[in-house]
């Protein structure tokens, strides 16, 4: 199975563009979904399918996923996307999560 | 909206059992593949255990193979995780979790609240 690799932290001032990334061997050939999760709530699914957003997730929220690396992308950051975030791919019989990368908005 | 209520948490001792259920409402569960996934305290997500919509496809991480048992009962619209010989690294909030209906890969589309289950003497 996949063994993904995120960043354990990643910073950023509000209205700048972070990149959080997923790493993992051939991680291009499948799909990536991406989770949101903020202190004492569940997770809140913003990507899947590597590039898609699910209705209600504003358009600032973008991914990308090729050859060994996948990437979500925040544009124009705000003070509300400070959260946890996970990357999650799945291998026919096994979901393999990132180890979450925590998104600080100076 | 979709509703995923779990139940059945608590305080256990190692080496003994818990059923965990959930209880799901406002869609079609018999269409919908399910998950469990827990997280430790300050800890990341780690997927458990997978069931298909009919339970023809049953997959467990390596980490509770054997010991754990994941079921559904589409009548009733519930999902159950069955955990025998529990240890303190068993210790996690556990998320009920839905498949999305895109057809292809997983993607988790919904979540439960999460019921905490300690294990500990």
Known sequence: SYDLTQPPSVSVSPGQTATITCSGQKLGDTFVCWYQQKPGQSPLLVIYQDTKRPSGIPERFSGSNSENTATLTISGTQAMDEADYYCQAWDSTTVVFGGGTKLTVL | ?121
Request: glycine residues 10%.
């Open chain 2, 1 to 121: 909206e979709v509703q995923l209520v779990e139940s059945g948490g608590g305080l256990v001792q190692p080496g003994g059992s818990l059923r965990l259920s959930c209880a799901a409402s406002r869609f079609t569960f018999s269409r919908n593949a399910m998950n469990w996934v827990r997280q430790a305290p300050g800890k990341g997500l780690e997927w458990v255990s997978y069931i298909s919509s009919s339970s023809s496809s049953i997959y467990y991480a390596d980490s509770v193979k054997g010991r754990f048992t994941i079921s559904r009962d589409n009548a009733k619209n519930s999902l159950f995780l069955h955990m025998n010989s529990l240890r303190p690294e068993d210790t996690a909030v556990y998320y009920c979790a839905r498949e999305a209906p895109v057809g292809t890969a997983m993607v988790i589309d919904y979540w439960g609240q999460g019921t905490l289950v300690t294990v500990s003497s």
